[in-house]
């Protein structure tokens, strides 16, 4: 039901509510109640009841009178709450983290680990309705189930990904690695899951030599090639971690190789008790995961996916350059050892060989084979996102959106039960207050996206779909993904410096510290990506700081959980802290951003690249001078904001005009969105990457990069033009400029 007077936000009711979640229609005059006939008559009234009134000419006074009194009480009323930036119910949150309960983020967490839940499936739609029929428990004015229809590739079962190794003479078959993990309690036995695959590889079979690449970065193919090893022609054998593993595909393909096979280095001699015991997984452990480099749906680029998009594609999806197969760990030692000495003995710390010689392979003579064969096959399935609403009293047209994925590979206990069951207790959290009386100053969404895992596909397609209104209304948008990962030590958080103060305010408190670093970058490994880098919306992103050594594998179901968070404290102060932000961000009649500190990180990451663009530049032929009007915008924005915050922010309280307060509010609204630009960024892989600040590495998507573009022009300092590197310059000086003069307030 909605609460306070629906017809100052939306004439809506709501209706019953079915599979495609709760339906929500217009309140027709005919269905007001007699009160409101007063205002607007039955369309099928002959005569209103004013004009009834006007044969009777001292009821005509007395109604009009009534009248004016209502209008001007209501008036004043309202011009009172406005000014004092107060919510029309006396009801406030004086401490939201004071009815966190971790009991009910247990109960939400074992309701969304019952079974394995990958994108597409019966069971994913089942957990969509499970938060919808929270959010609608909760109180929540409208819920919303959001479909997008998308091709997904998954695992055939009929034909199933192998990676063989096979003698270099006959091709006999030496060993073959594991479809899966192995099953190891009772749940994992009853209860099954998928294979182990990556997302987009390119379909077929592969024939060739191997080489260990190490992490297959940048660094380990230099070392292979300063050695003269080369992995042209052959496959890659590399572990996953330290990057994003899709970068590690495409550096395997840039430098030639016909396939790449990752594995999950679990060994530590130090860790000898392992899962189901512990936390550490076993060495027979594999990680799934997406590969691609494209986030979104690439058969409708900058489009929705829907059916009836201008935009959709057909035809092949897009895949990547090379075949990928994941292993276990278990069976990449196998692979290892089986390489024969070239030669080349590393150095490198990898666990599955401690304590044994490490040969890279890639000499001639009887060098073994693998042969890589992925079956994978597309389907179109529905991607549905669970969008809740508590419109606001006071700003109903300002968002502020919490929201974490529900899809996940196998069981999602960690990643990212752990999340959506600290989210959903926020909800439930507000909803308590919202049963007693109390609305907050601003709109409120939480959102439950599907298909992340698959390259952030439930949020990206919402956020182009609502890309407008969000750079008009959105405050900020707080995400969470994992809340728990083994034994959590503090909640941790990234995202834009203009909630750096606010964030790390709420971190000491649920941490008990008192530190003040300054906020990490997001990168685009989460939801909160194309909120940020394509919508120019603000972010935080809250997780926790702990070792997920479980992650994308058979063994991420519930029974860690029980082993190292067995009372949920860990997902409750998680909960707690996106709460108090959420609550902050919402409440606050000034909204608690900070241009004063995000100006000082763009005067810090220039700096950075500063020393390298003066060498792109003088070997151009161009003088270090070219960079001075760079210097002259973020010293004239460093002043800018200062000045800002001194004489404009900070002299602004809950009792000043409301419009100038909304004025404030508005330019902190749009200081990201200054940074956006109408194409891809130069030094980034994604289309969606449209933030000259704060586009993720192109190297490694999972970490966030200041001025991107700049990183890209000293990395092809020996191939880019003087053009291209001027252009670039004026871009950066355009956008900074643009940025000071949004904070001249007159």
Sequence with gaps: MVRGDSRHYSLQSRTSSGGNGTLIRSTTPDQYDDDDDLLLPRPNSSKSPLSKSCSNPLRLIVLTVFALLIFISGALFHLLVVSLGEPVSPHKIDNVASVIKASKVKEFHTALTQNSHIAGSAENYRLAEYVRDRLQEFAFDTVEMKNYSMRLPYPDPEHPNSVKLLSSENETLLHSCAPQETPLTDFEKTHPTTPLFNAWSLPGTVKAPYVFANNAEEADFNYLERHNISVKGK??????????????????????????????????????????????????????????????????????SVLDSPNKKTGTPQYTAIICQPITGEDAQVLLRALPDSGVNPEWNVGVMEGETINVGGGDGDSPLLEVTVSNVVKRVNVTNVIGTIVGQVEPD????????????????IDPGSGTAAMLEVARSLGEFLEKGWRPRRTIKVASWDAEEWGLMGSIEWVEEYRFPLRSKAVIYVNTDVAEGGHCHEVMASGSPMYDRLTTGVLNKVNGVNASTALPLSGSGSDMFS?????????????????????HTFHDNRHLLDLVDPDYKSLAKVASALAQVVVNASESVLIPGNVEVYAARISEWWFQHRPGLVE????????????????????????????????????????????????????????????????????????????????????????????????????????????????QLELVRWSVKSARDILLFN
């Design 531 to 551: 909120f940020y880098c394509y919508a120019g919306v603000s972010v935080v992103d809250i997780n926790c700081n702990s070792f997920d050594n479980v992650y």
């Design 616 to 727: 792109v530049l003088i070997k151009l032929g161009e003088k270090e001078n070219a960079l001075k009007p760079v210097d002259t915008a973020i010293s004239n924005l460093n002043e800018a904001a200062k000045q800002f915050k001194a004489n404009v922010y900070d002299p602004l309280s809950p009792e000043s005009d409301p419009a100038e307060v909304r004025r404030v509010n508005d330019i902190l609204l749009q200081f990201d969105r200054v940074f956006l630009t109408d194409s891809q960024v130069p030094g980034t892989n994604s289309f969606y990457s449209r933030h000259l600040l704060v586009s993720p590495s192109a190297d490694d998507i999972y970490s966030g990069s200041g001025f991107p573009s700049l990183k890209w022009l000293v990395s092809k300092k020996d191939s880019i033009t003087k053009d291209q590197a001027l252009y």
């Design 398 to 413: 300002r968002w502020v959106i919490l929201g974490n994925h529900r899809d996940a590979w196998t069981y999602g206990a």
């Design 235 to 304: 496959i890659v054998l590399a572990r996953v971690g330290s990057s994003f593993r899709g970068n590690k595909v495409a550096a395997a393909a840039d430098r030639g190789a016909v396939g790449i096979v990752l594995f999950k280095d679990l060994y530590s001699p130090e860790e000898t008790v392992r899962f189901p015991k512990s936390e550490w997984a076993p060495i027979s452990s594999g990680e799934r995961g997406s590969i691609s480099l494209n986030d979104g749906d690439m058969d409708s680029p900058g489009w929705p």
